[in-house]
């Protein structure tokens, strides 16, 4: 864009010296509302500088004003000069687009449309000179900023090959689930009346991210057939397998579910797995073998009856309400244990629908 003005700069300019006085601000709070060069509000008022976008934005902020009121009133062009070229037709959609992110309220909204505008931008730079790599890279970008958004996490992603049992042959799969208090939280925020309610939240918030990212498929784990999450989770390096047959995750513990899975066409750009050792090869006690009360945990594996009967009798209350006492013995990340509404929705939900 060229550093010459025209009348619609000298429109801003003079909707600007209006507001400022309107407001009682200073041409040195501006300069600091923009984090700008001493001197910079002054020439935007003088006509002796273009004003940016980025610029007018800030200054809408810092007068309290929407941006659109800069152009309120600006004068049709003179008949040489229509703006008809792309330049200017691209200018006011870009002039629209901010008025409208300007009314977004919630923050992490507006950081999130933010950031997806700027990864696209990126990508298509990256496509036009022929780097792929760039595209694979802020789609796995993109999918973590989106899911973390709905409360969710995004617990780690590995290439599919024959035999990991991932349907429709995908080429990069990223599994997403729960990691202390988000997803309760905004699970209870926009709770909806469900014989299963979190797998409906679940299904709901995630065809939302499929679909804004361009997935291949949306994969569930409380969908038949059942698919194989914890052989995913081990390939994506995201748990290893513990005693009494949860994954266990070095930081979260036993404390990390598993709620979905993306499915990409795309083989992805995958950041190197961390190597961790499993924290229950080092423990010698092993104290989660032995809180069960009732043994429902023995050397053939998990008796889910024997649990469940002991869940619904009158003694099995502590159980239900703190939740399940071998969980609870393990040290691991004892931090990121659910909160007791949590413990006892999930505890009741595994008594009508042990899986």
Same mark, same amino acid.
């Given at each position: 864009?060229?550093?010459?003005?025209? &009348?619609?700069?000298?429109?801003?300019?003079?909707?600007?010296?209006?507001?400022?006085?309107?407001?009682?601000v200073s041409l040195?709070?501006?300069?600091?509302?923009?984090?700008?060069?001493?001197?910079? %509000?002054?020439?935007?008022?003088?006509?002796?500088?273009?004003?940016? $976008?980025?610029?007018?934005?800030?200054?809408?902020?810092?007068?309290?004003?929407?941006?659109?009121?800069?152009?309120?009133?600006?004068?049709?062009?003179?008949?040489?000069?229509?703006?008809?070229? +792309?330049?200017?037709?691209? &200018?006011?959609?870009?002039?629209?687009?901010?008025? &409208?992110?300007?009314?977004?309220?919630?923050?992490?909204?507006?950081?999130?449309?933010?950031?997806?505008?700027?990864?696209?931008?990126?990508?298509?730079?990256?496509?036009? %000179?022929?780097?792929?790599?760039?595209?694979?890279?802020?789609?796995? =970008?993109?999918?973590?900023?989106?899911?973390?958004?709905?409360?969710? !996490?995004?617990?780690?992603?590995?290439?599919?090959?024959?035999?990991?049992?991932?349907?429709? #042959?995908?080429?990069?799969?990223?599994?997403?689930?729960?990691? #202390?208090?988000?997803?309760?939280?905004?699970?209870?925020?926009?709770?909806?009346?469900?014989?299963?309610?979190?797998?409906?939240?679940?299904?709901?918030?995630?065809?939302? !991210?499929?679909?804004?990212?361009?997935?291949?498929?949306?994969?569930?784990?409380?969908?038949?057939?059942?698919?194989?999450?914890?052989?995913? %989770?081990?390939?994506?390096?995201?748990?290893?397998?513990?005693?009494? #047959? $949860?994954l266990i995750h070095?930081?979260?513990?036993?404390?990390?579910? &598993?709620?979905?899975?993306?499915?990409?066409? =795309?083989?992805?750009?995958?950041? *190197?797995?961390?190597a961790w050792l499993?924290?229950?090869?080092?423990?010698?006690?092993?104290?989660?073998?032995?809180?069960?009360?009732?043994?429902?945990?023995?050397?053939?594996?998990?008796?889910?009856?024997?649990?469940?009967?002991?869940?619904?009798?009158?003694?099995?209350?502590?159980?239900?309400?703190?939740?399940? +006492?071998?969980?609870?013995?393990? *040290?691991?990340?004892?931090?990121?244990?659910?909160?007791?509404?949590?413990?006892?929705?999930?505890? =009741?939900?595994?008594?009508?629908?042990?899986?």
């Amino acid at each position: 864009m060229s550093n010459k003005t025209n &009348y619609i700069d000298r429109h801003i300019a003079e909707r600007l010296r209006r507001r400022r006085r309107e407001q009682g601000v200073s041409l040195d709070d501006l300069d600091k509302a923009m984090d700008s060069t001493p001197g910079t %509000a002054f020439r935007f008022e003088n006509v002796k500088q273009r004003i940016k $976008i980025s610029h007018l934005y800030c200054l809408s902020q810092a007068m309290d004003t929407d941006i659109s009121y800069f152009f309120e009133g600006l004068p049709k062009p003179p008949p040489e000069k229509k703006l008809l070229s +792309l330049k200017s037709s691209v &200018y006011s959609r870009v002039v629209e687009f901010v008025k &409208y992110y300007d009314r977004i309220v919630e923050g992490h909204l507006r950081k999130l449309i933010f950031d997806l505008v700027k990864d696209i931008a990126k990508s298509d730079m990256n496509m036009k %000179a022929g780097k792929l790599t760039g595209r694979r890279k802020i789609l796995l =970008e993109n999918a973590v900023t989106a899911v973390a958004a709905t409360g969710l !996490v995004c617990v780690g992603a590995f290439h599919p090959r024959k035999g990991d049992g991932v349907p429709g #042959g995908a080429n990069t799969l990223v599994l997403i689930g729960s990691a #202390g208090p988000g997803m309760w939280k905004a699970f209870n925020a926009k709770r909806e009346n469900d014989p299963n309610p979190l797998d409906a939240w679940t299904r709901r918030v995630l065809n939302k !991210v499929a679909g804004d990212l361009g997935a291949k498929a949306l994969l569930l784990p409380f969908e038949k057939p059942y698919l194989p999450f914890a052989q995913w %989770a081990e390939l994506a390096g995201a748990g290893r397998p513990s005693p009494i #047959g $949860i994954l266990i995750h070095p930081m979260f513990g036993l404390w990390r579910a &598993y709620r979905g899975a993306l499915a990409f066409e =795309e083989k992805l750009d995958l950041p *190197p797995q961390a190597a961790w050792l499993n924290p229950c090869e080092s423990c010698k006690d092993k104290p989660c073998l032995s809180a069960c009360p009732v043994d429902a945990l023995n050397a053939t594996g998990f008796d889910k009856n024997i649990c469940i009967d002991y869940l619904a009798a009158p003694d099995g209350g502590e159980c239900l309400s703190s939740g399940c +006492l071998s969980r609870l013995a393990c *040290p691991v990340g004892l931090e990121y244990r659910h909160s007791p509404s949590q413990t006892r929705f999930h505890m =009741e939900a595994f008594m009508n629908n042990p899986v």
